[in-house]
């Protein structure tokens, strides 16, 4: 009787011959393709979900992104309490800018707007296109300096208007702020940001 193979997968000494030992490097080869393979699947469909995700006039991250992010910002806010905000930005006037100057003077406002907004994050903060604006998601942001940063961020986008080449377009900002709060979904953030920004625009 031939001795029992290990039911962990080891095979006793005495069965290693030749043809044993070829074939488990066989196994042990395919087994490094097989996970090579899945490893450029898994990044190509990383890669595929980025680009989904992205805005193509600015190349920021779309929404979806956007609430992974919050996702993460509220599970840190929930097990440490780290303090984080969502700013959401509405462009005044751009409704305008298109109609005065054409659609591709508006998308080179919204771009503009984009390279500005990335010029000010750090590189923990997230800037993404949502809706016909913008949101950012600062880290480690209480409520008094989220309330400051989002001025500072509108003054910062008046003071720079764009260059058509021919004329300059003046791009204005209204800013609605939103602290992460212990046990706040994604959901609850964009809906807070998205009130207050309303609340700022109907004065």
Known sequence: ????????????????TPQVREA?????????????????????IGDLEQVADSDPVTGLPGPGELERQLDRAVGQADRHGTPSALI?????????INERHGRIAGDAAL??????????????????????????????LDPDSAMDTGERI????????????????GVEATIGVATILPGDRAQDVLARADRNLQRIKEF
């Not at 009787?1 to 290693?16: K, V, Y």
């Not at 003054?155 to 080449?165: F, M, S, T, V």
């Open 154 to 169: 509108a003054r910062y986008i008046a003071e720079r208007p764009l260059d058509l080449g021919h004329t300059t377009v």
């Open 111 to 140: 771009a503009h707007v984009a390279r500005l907004l990335q010029s000010l994050i750090r590189s923990s903060d997230v800037a993404a296109r949502i809706g016909r604006g913008f949101g950012l998601l600062l880290d480690h």
């Open 24 to 44: 488990l490097g066989r196994l042990a080869d395919e087994n490094a393709l097989l996970r090579a393979a899945l490893a450029e699947s898994r990044a190509r």
């Open 88 to 96: 959401t930005i509405d462009l005044k006037g751009l409704a305008a």
């Open 1 to 16: 009787m031939a001795p029992p193979i290990d039911i962990h997968g080891s095979i006793p000494p005495e069965q290693l």
